[in-house]
């Protein structure tokens, strides 16, 4: 993919790391612009760190990254909805306030998309975080993102703590919101079977290198489900 026009995310030689420990290295991979791509790896294998760096909250050590066709920045983030890993509310807030908070903060915020997001996910307006469940916080985020009109989502492991039947609910809903905008979706997950329907692209990274990148529907046909990929690749 040499287009910069049809790559949404581009990352060269990048190197990051903590001390010691080497998180990133010489990683490179080209997201396809209005593609839903999975980042997938096992604990420790560098998917936040990768995805604090594309929104600017972290500076690779050396190598370089093109998010939307400029170097990422603070700046750059009002095009981007990020969910961050172990994404929190204000517990004392309700769901109401985080809708405010949104209207008032985020660009693109939609707030018609946000109230229809919370239907689909089981959320009521005048619930309190403080009482929410892990998996309700969770779907609360996760409407905050979704109901963004931004070019670029970057979700770190939107679906944590959510149940399985519930999960596949929603993956079937994002599905058709996917399908019919024009964004590029950038997602790391360890729920695979449940999720794998929602790809169009992988990047599979293990020990802070982009091992194996490219399209699902091709994976499939060659390797199997993108489970049977990862079993071959880590097991
Ligand atoms: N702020 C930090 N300080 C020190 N080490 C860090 C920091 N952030 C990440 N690391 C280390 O970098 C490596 C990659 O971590 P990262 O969180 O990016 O992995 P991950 O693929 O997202 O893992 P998981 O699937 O468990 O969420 C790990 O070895 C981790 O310990």
Redesign the pocket.
Known sequence: MNDTANVAIRAEDVCKS??S?Q?IRNLNMAVPAHSVTAIL??????????MRMITGMETPDTGTFSVLGRKPSWELNRWIAYLP?RAQWYSHHMVEHALEWARTLQPGFNEMRARDLMVTLDLDASMKVEGMSKGEEARLMLALCLARDVPLLVLD?PFSGIDMISRERIVAALIDSFSEREQTVLI?T?EIAETESLFDYAVF?DK?VAVLAGDVERMRAERGSLQQVYRQLYG
């Open positions: 903590y001390g420990r998180a790896g096992p604990n420790g294998a560098g998917k936040s760190t990768l890993d492991e790391s360890h990274v802070g």
